[in-house]
């Protein structure tokens, strides 16, 4: 069974920075397509961020394009979440999630971020985002 960690949340300043991680023991990931999801207080679980499985393309969720960055990191055997100029509107649990391309729905071979064709989940770090 695979089981991911996510770590690297924290407190930060409006305009800060925050670095997640999602890692995993005993399966490699780059084999897996990995997705990053947040859940706000009081709203759904979204889809921030994907990326396939070696060297393949990734997506963003619009209220986060130019602003975070996926990618592996593979001598780690971790999938990174690089946040910048973050935004209280931010604030939340992030969850990074795992599953095989073939499971995966692409658009435009970019992989989508549904959240129910995602079997492997992690526990979630929390971000917050405040002054």
């Known amino acids: 069974q695979l089981q991911l960690v996510e770590s690297g949340g924290g407190l930060v300043q409006p305009g800060g920075s925050l670095r997640l991680s999602c890692a995993a023991s005993r399966f490699n990931l780059d084999y897996y397509t990995i997705a990053w999801f947040r859940q706000a207080p009081g709203k759904e679980r979204e889809g921030v961020s994907c990326?396939?499985?070696?060297?393949?393309?990734?997506n963003y969720a619009d209220s986060v394009k130019g602003r975070f960055t996926i990618s592996r990191d593979n001598a780690k055997n971790t999938v990174d979440l690089q946040m910048d100029s973050l935004k209280p509107e931010d604030t939340a649990v992030y969850y990074c999630?795992?599953?095989?391309?073939?499971?995966?729905?692409?658009?435009?071979?970019?992989?989508?971020?549904?959240?129910?064709?995602?079997?492997?989940w992690g526990q979630g770090t929390q971000v917050t985002v405040s002054s």
């Open positions: 990326i396939k499985s070696r060297g393949g393309s990734t």
């Open positions: 999630a795992a599953e095989r391309d073939f499971r995966i729905t692409t658009v435009q071979s970019m992989c989508v971020m549904r959240e129910y064709e995602y079997e492997f």
